[in-house]
């Protein structure tokens, strides 16, 4: 990927790395050197097992936790280069719906200061002009007026999460970076709620980073998809092309244990041998290889380099020997 950013990217992710220290003095391997690039207006997924890597990653990207190394550029501005006053001002166009509805809202608080409480810290209008406001987003996501006056403990997790997106599109962001925002919901409020944030999205030209291990989810609501393993990227393509023809053996794998509605529609899983990796000790060579049903003999100790298998206008990339050009005779 190239170090320079196109007037079309809103987020850019550049070899970054978390490490973090453990007692005894060892490390946590993280985010292992990712590179990513979201377009403005895009939804990208980012998919893998629990342990991967995923809300690490989201978090790096808004420097709400400090990478080891690596380069975040947002919207034309370098992260890790802001003071902290100039780090705050930014996080206007930055906002973050968290995955557990009931923990991430203060019970303390009314639901109208919840949502206000950006547009009284990045000092938003007059007290009254942020009042309106409060009522405007309470009626986008769905909630009725009287709401603003009531406390957390009085709605249904659904509800509760739409306070949390009521929060974050508060200050009208560019990326709202979406950590698992369904997954502790029942699945007939998942949808609800992932309809709501489609709509926003189209009404508020947002930009989503959307985290998840739902592979049904993400196909719903992404562009493009990315695919984690240990801290690492091992497949990105857009959403069709991904689900239409896997090509790293990890993503067949996490496809072919989705679901079938159909009881008299049968497939094979693909089940990946052994459990993931220690991300303390990760596997030298091919992260994947241990679990791998296609292994060779150099994914043991050589890196897979990122390939694109699709083409320049529709880049497939990834990350395995499988794909590897065939040697050349001399």
Do not use: W
Not at 64 to 85: M, Q, Y
Not at 226 to 245: F, N, P
Not at 281 to 306: I, K, L, Q, T, Y
């Amino acid at each position: 990927m190239s170090s320079t950013s196109e007037p079309d990217d809103l987020l850019v992710v550049e070899n970054l790395t978390k490490h973090f220290p453990i007692k005894g003095g060892g490390v946590i391997h993280a985010v292992n050197g990712v590179s990513l690039r979201q377009r403005r207006g895009e939804t990208v997924g980012i998919v893998g097992e629990s342990g991967c890597g995923k809300s690490t990653l989201a978090r790096l990207c808004l420097r709400l936790v400090e990478p080891t190394s690596g380069e975040i550029r947002f919207d034309g501005a370098d992260l890790r280069a802001l003071s902290a006053s100039a780090l705050r001002a930014k996080r206007r166009d930055m906002q973050i719906i968290f995955q557990n509805p009931y923990a991430s809202l203060d019970p303390r608080m009314s639901v109208g200061d919840i949502i206000r409480e950006p547009l009284d810290i990045h000092g938003i209008g007059t007290r009254a002009e942020r009042l309106r406001e409060v009522a405007g987003l309470l009626e986008k996501v769905g909630l009725p007026s009287d709401a603003a006056r009531r406390y957390p403990h009085e709605f249904s997790g659904g509800q509760r999460q739409r306070i949390g997106i009521a929060r974050a599109i508060a200050l009208r962001p560019k990326l709202v970076v979406a950590d698992e925002p369904v997954s502790a919901l029942d699945l007939s409020i998942q949808s609800q709620v992932l309809n709501l944030m489609v709509a926003l999205r189209a009404e508020l030209k947002l930009s989503y980073l959307f985290i998840s291990h739902d592979l049904g989810v993400i196909r719903y609501i992404s562009d493009r998809v990315a695919v984690m393993y240990l801290g690492q990227i091992v497949e990105l393509a857009d959403v069709d092309t991904l689900y239409a023809g896997p090509a790293h053996p990890y993503t067949r794998a996490l496809l072919s244990a989705i679901p079938q509605p159909d009881p008299e529609r049968r497939r094979v899983r693909a089940v990946p041998a052994g459990d993931l990796p220690n991300p303390e000790f990760p596997p030298p060579g091919c992260p994947f290889h241990p679990r791998c049903p296609n292994v060779m003999d150099h994914c043991r100790s050589v890196v897979p380099a990122e390939r694109n298998i699709g083409t320049p206008d529709r880049p497939h990339l990834v990350n395995c020997h499988l794909y590897d050009p065939a040697p050349t005779s001399a």
